[in-house]
């Protein structure tokens, strides 16, 4: 900015002292460069509040198993959809009231008191002796985790300069998508140590006890970490009122949107803002399937070859977890924002959605191969999708964080956070009861065995894609 521009953006302005929300403005307006150490801190937070997320989903199938609850082994995916179902129902409780909060309280309280969930629970859920205790302690893990996915996009969008908003919510994204990936990686490696590294670690240690104690505990130990980084994150919230006379340094240039809100001293009711209702359709959507596409994949892969799956170990998951992690980490943070300056979230979001449905659709075929081939056209694929999936998401972080100013983001996105927990939940409790089906169906005529699974994740997949089009998703005019 020009000095003559940034003295009488000064004069327009009043600066509110004490306010850590103008604090932040000022900083973003004198600031010049990269934001490498906003980007840190969000990718960071964002990392720990995903990894317990899936981290489960390579050993559950051996734990459900373990906790001897199955009847058959067809009957374990059923099982594991509970255990999987109950994180997103816990936060699809807890999310809205959570968004209220970070508004009316600040975006770091909240943030802090999730961390530091993650530390207790998930812990916790790695010392399960049971169906139940794994159940219960995943259950509260989400509804405290509920506290970081809204205000964590609100404080994205509000610590950095106009020109790195898509970053920003790339990161979130792209953060949450490696979670979602390098979560059962650490899951796949990590569980049932002794068994897997039987010179590191006894049977009648801890990690021999609880064998699937370990994966948590390292998440647990991160999750640590984030929380004592966090105590240094700057509040972005204003705890003062906008007026026609009074307004912020972000108000006045930085987010034009917020400001036209607050000089109107108006809140437009939420349901009834199109822009973020249909965008958060979407994302719901899409959502759903990922994170059925998630429990899927690693049922499909530990279950064996008479069922139509891979007989893949966890650590043979965790491995191509880990390679897609890699390539989804390189593209969203060398390509997608790129894409997304040129072509609009919109339109990269239907693509990576049609695009997806076309590498699904592989899934079955690859199933009948074996060896090297099995191995290349497995970790083609798997990087393929997860980079598709997670560029989907971050472009309906960009449109519904666009459809609100600063005063409504914690609130709106507390209620995207809720109807996405909501979608999340229903995706591995449905995932884990359509793939034990689909295990007893080996000799159908249409679609036998896990071609039906498929085909259903294929169908949600398209109905997504379809509301990208008009009239059903709207965008905020500007």
Same mark, same amino acid.
């Given at each position: ?10 004069? !327009? ?33 964002? &990392? ?25 082994? !067809? ?26 909060? *970070? ?13 530091? $969930? ?15 205790? *794994? ?5 509260? &893990? ?30 979130? $994204? ?43 505990? *390292?998440?647990?130990?991160? %999750? ?26 972000? %108000? ?150 666009? %459809? ?6 914690? %609130? ?44 259903? &994740? ?21």
């Amino acid at each position: 900015m020009a000095e003559k521009e940034y003295t009488e953006c000064l004069l !327009e302005s009043k600066y509110h002292e004490g306010c850590p929300g103008c604090k932040v403005d000022q900083m973003k307006r004198l600031r010049h460069g990269f934001p490498f150490s906003e980007l840190f801190s969000v990718w960071i937070i964002v &990392l720990c509040t995903t990894l317990p997320i899936s981290s489960l989903f390579p050993f559950l199938y051996f734990m459900i198993d373990d906790f001897d609850i199955a009847k058959k082994e !067809e009957d374990i995916g059923f099982y594991a959809g509970f255990v999987g179902c109950s994180f997103m129902l816990g936060r699809a409780l807890t999310s809205v009231i959570c968004g209220i909060l *970070a508004d009316r309280y600040g975006r770091k309280p909240v943030i802090l008191i999730g961390t530091t $969930s993650v530390v207790v629970f998930n812990t916790l859920f790695g010392l399960s002796l049971n169906f139940w205790m *794994a159940i219960i302690t995943r259950f509260c &893990l989400g509804c405290f985790n509920g506290l970081l996915g809204g205000p964590i996009k609100a404080y994205a969008v509000e610590t950095f300069r106009d020109e790195y908003q898509s970053l920003a919510l790339s990161a979130v $994204s792209t953060a949450w998508g490696i979670g979602l990936i390098i979560g059962p990686a650490i899951g796949g490696f990590l569980a049932q140590p002794a068994k897997q590294y039987p010179s590191l670690f006894s049977q009648d240690s801890i990690f021999g006890k609880f064998p699937y104690c370990l994966p948590c505990f *390292a998440i647990s130990i991160f %999750a640590f970490l984030v929380t004592i980084i966090s105590l240094w994150i700057p509040e972005t919230l204003h705890n003062h009122k906008f007026d026609d006379h009074d307004q912020s340094f972000d %108000a006045v240039k930085d987010d034009p949107e917020s400001n036209k809100v607050a000089k109107k001293n108006e809140k437009k009711s939420l349901l009834k803002n199109w822009p973020l209702m249909s965008s958060m359709i979407v994302y719901c959507i899409f959502s759903l399937h990922n994170m059925a596409y998630t429990e899927i994949f690693s049922l499909w892969a530990n279950s064996p070859r008479k069922f139509g799956g891979l007989a893949y170990t966890t650590a043979e998951v965790g491995s191509v977890l880990a390679v897609s992690g890699v390539g989804l980490l390189i593209f969203q943070l060398s390509l997608y924002s790129y894409a997304e300056r040129n072509l609009g979230p919109i339109i990269v979001t239907r693509i990576c959605g049609i695009l997806s449905v076309v590498v699904l659709s592989t899934y079955p075929l690859i199933a009948k191969l074996s060896g090297v081939a099995l191995t290349m056209a497995l970790y083609s694929a798997s990087v393929a999708k997860n980079v598709l999936s997670t560029s989907t998401i971050t472009g309906t972080f960009i449109l519904q964080n666009r %459809a609100v100013g600063q005063d409504q983001r914690g %609130a709106a996105n507390g209620i995207s956070m809720t109807a996405m927990s909501i979608c999340k939940a229903i995706g591995p409790g449905a995932a884990g009861v359509i793939f034990s089906w689909s295990e007893k169906r080996q000799d159908a005529s249409f679609l036998p065995g896990t071609q039906m699974v498929f085909f259903i &994740l294929n169908v949600v997949l398209a109905v997504g894609v379809l509301w990208t089009f008009k009239p059903f998703l709207g965008e905020r005019q500007h």
